[in-house]
């Protein structure tokens, strides 16, 4: 009997740890939008910061773990792409922006340019050539 | 003597003017790679790569940040970034070389161009030599459009797979880019 209760026992906790252990393996990233975010910025605030010291920026904005932040701004360009939405916010640059990244359909309806918006997603830093600010997975906050 | 001075800042300023018009750039371009292994399959996806192309000289750039890699599971993406790819320390890929092929006058018709890319790749801090072909389409409306595929070696990057994973990801990772560029 005692034998029969420590064999279910184990069967259980193996049971527990596979199912555990396979829903970690499928787990999906998480939208930006479900996390807490960190920080709230200004987009022209946070695109000078990675032109004055790209080093300094990543540890602030990055992080050495993902973390969400909230950067606040005006848009300067939508572009829907294949598998999304691509939200433009202004900076000091007239080239570089705070380039934000949609899935396909979250991006309120009432967006247009020139509208002053709030965006949570996951600061990636800062591209070479063109030098945006790339935010991923974001989500509006309205 | 106003004249002059018109006539000297057009002939000055027109080279600028026909080499500007032949340049061109993308923010939303798209690379994707796959590691196929009969233990598991692992893909990844980058819209929001930027590159730059003179196509009176041939000269191409392109930059990609390592952590704008999006993965269908998230272990898979947090192992790419902190295990493989030390993507806080190393957090960006490049290319920077030439097209051959494919001329500016061309890009101006319909067509379909066939070129050779060749220049230095670096990846997790490692720069490599890499020559390879790819294709230029412009259509209809002018849109020009530059694909190519290639393989990239983990090791020759110093990319460390654990031997406990080796099976998991292929020793060569197949790589495909997406360039949809528009006029500078």
New interface residues.
């Given amino acids: 009997m005692r034998a029969r209760t420590w064999i279910a026992i184990v069967a259980v906790a193996i049971i527990l740890a596979v199912g555990f252990a396979l829903k970690?393996?499928?787990?999906?990233?998480?939208g930006a939008a479900a996390m807490d975010a960190v920080l709230t910025v200004q987009a022209t605030e946070l695109h000078a910061a990675f032109m004055a010291d790209e080093a300094v920026a990543?540890l602030n904005y990055?992080g050495?773990q993902e973390q969400a932040i909230v950067v606040e701004g005006v848009i300067r360009e939508m572009?829907q792409?294949d598998?999304?939405a691509?939200v433009i916010l202004e900076t000091a640059d007239p080239v570089a922006g705070v380039?934000c990244?949609f899935a396909a359909g979250t991006v309120p309806a009432s967006w247009k340019p020139q509208a002053r918006v709030r965006v949570q997603g996951?600061c990636?830093?800062?591209?070479?050539?063109?030098p945006?600010v790339?935010m991923?997975?974001c989500g509006a906050v309205e | 003597m106003k004249r002059h001075t018109i006539i000297l800042f057009a002939a000055l300023a027109l080279p600028w003017a026909a080499s500007a018009q032949d340049r061109y750039m993308t923010r939303t371009g798209h690379i994707e790679f796959h590691s196929s292994t009969p233990m598991e399959d692992i893909h990844a996806e980058n819209d929001k790569v930027t590159s730059v192309w003179d196509a009176t000289t041939g000269n191409v750039e392109f930059a990609v940040l390592i952590k704008a890699f999006s993965f269908e599971k998230a272990l898979m993406q947090e192992h790419f970034n902190e295990n493989y790819m030390e993507s806080n320390k190393l957090p960006k890929a490049s290319f920077k070389g030439t097209i051959k092929g494919v001329s500016a006058e061309q890009l101006t018709k319909p067509g379909s161009y066939p070129v050779e890319v060749s220049g230095t790749i670096t990846i997790h801090g490692v720069d490599r030599p890499m020559t390879t072909k790819g294709t230029v389409t412009v259509d209809a409306k002018g849109a020009i459009t530059a694909t190519s595929e290639f393989a990239v070696k983990p090791g020759d990057h110093d990319i460390k797979i654990p031997g406990a994973v080796k099976k998991n990801i292929a020793e060569e990772i197949a790589v495909k880019v997406r360039l949809d560029y528009s006029k500078m």
């Fill in positions: 970690e393996y499928n787990r999906a990233p998480q990543r990055v050495e572009e792409g598998s999304g691509t380039v990244e996951i990636t830093g800062v591209n070479d050539l063109i945006d790339i991923m997975r």
